[in-house]
């Protein structure tokens, strides 16, 4: 956020408790301020209809840091599927890493990109939101290269298997 004027510092310096914002000699009508720093706080606020990973992971990018963060559409209500907590959510039945996010160690800039396989949840989302997320094709190659498996997806899928992945039938059948 640009502090262009006087009002706008006053207003932050009040909205942080902080005088020392309004005697900096340093500040100048060029200067800003970002807000929400944290990676999974920005991600959350530009999409919190976006379940987040919570282990982003720094990738140096064009001589840049960026974090990288996995995004999942979620519904709390699939036909013939197993409920599943995840933190403080309520139980959720369906849930696929569709997008990720860039986010710029330097400036906060995040750029939200859809990944390539189908997903009708996000196909909604970007009905609604149609400048959001971009597509898998304007991801550049760097961030593409440094996909990795989200975790949070990884340990669900774990915990799903863990209960399926029996040896006797009589077992499965048991409970």
Not at 128 to 142: A, C, N, Q
Request: aromatic fraction near 14%; charge should be positive; avoid cysteine.
């Amino acid at each position: 956020i640009e502090l262009s004027s006087f009002l706008r510092v006053l207003a932050f310096a009040w909205r942080f408790g902080d005088q020392n914002l309004l005697f900096a000699r340093e500040l100048a009508d060029t200067s800003r301020l970002v807000y929400r720093r944290g990676v999974l706080e920005r991600a959350r606020t530009l999409a919190p209809f976006l379940l987040w990973d919570p282990d982003p992971h720094p990738v140096v990018l064009d001589g840049r840091v960026v974090w990288i963060v996995a995004g999942y559409t979620y519904s709390t209500s699939y036909p013939l599927s197993r409920a599943f907590a995840i933190r403080d959510q309520p139980p959720l039945r369906y849930m696929r890493s569709s997008v990720k996010a860039v986010v710029d160690a330097v400036t906060g800039a995040v750029t939200i990109y859809a990944l390539p396989e189908p997903d009708p949840i996000l196909r909604t989302w970007r009905r609604v939101f149609p400048d959001l997320i971009r597509g898998w094709d304007e991801m550049p190659d760097g961030v593409r290269a440094h996909l990795r498996y989200p975790h949070l997806l990884f340990r669900v899928q774990a915990d799903v298997l863990e209960q399926y992945h029996l040896e006797r039938a009589e077992a499965f059948y048991a409970g």
